[in-house]
């Protein structure tokens, strides 16, 4: 089992930035992705970005597509998640995913408790 923790959101005016993180520990051996997902007041989740952690490889929905970038850092368990150009239709709980032994997109298993991201206009 592995627990992830996410960190860095908060409150941001449209057109700016936040740089989000999640940080997975415990046994992660087998867990080869992590994935951001969001989800907003009174709708579903919608993916954001993936990566898989062997090759780095991101992927992107529309939403985040030439705005936001996935990446790994600090090692083979940490991912960020920059956020560019922010939309007052950003404002969601982001959190991140991961799953045994499965690739982009791991939209079951283990996921954190999620970051508050406001955007204002």
């Known amino acids: 089992q592995v627990q992830l923790v996410e960190s860095g959101g908060g409150s941001a005016q449209a057109g700016g930035s936040l740089r989000l993180l999640c940080r997975m520990s415990?046994?992660?051996?087998?867990?080869?992705?992590i994935a951001w997902f969001r989800q907003a007041p009174g709708k579903g989740r919608e993916g954001v970005a993936c990566?898989?952690?062997?090759?780095?490889?991101?992927y992107y929905t529309t939403l985040a597509k030439d705005r936001f970038t996935i990446a790994r850092a600090d090692g083979r368990n940490t991912v960020t998640l920059q956020m560019n150009s922010l939309k007052p239709e950003d404002t969601a709980i982001y959190y991140c995913?991961?799953?045994?032994?499965?690739?982009?997109?791991?939209?079951?298993?283990?996921r954190g408790q999620g970051t508050q991201v406001t955007v204002s206009s």
């Open positions: 990566i898989n952690l062997g090759e780095s490889r991101p």
């Open positions: 415990g046994d992660t051996s087998d867990y080869t992705a």
């Open positions: 995913t991961s799953e045994r032994r499965r690739s982009c997109w791991p939209v079951d298993g283990q």
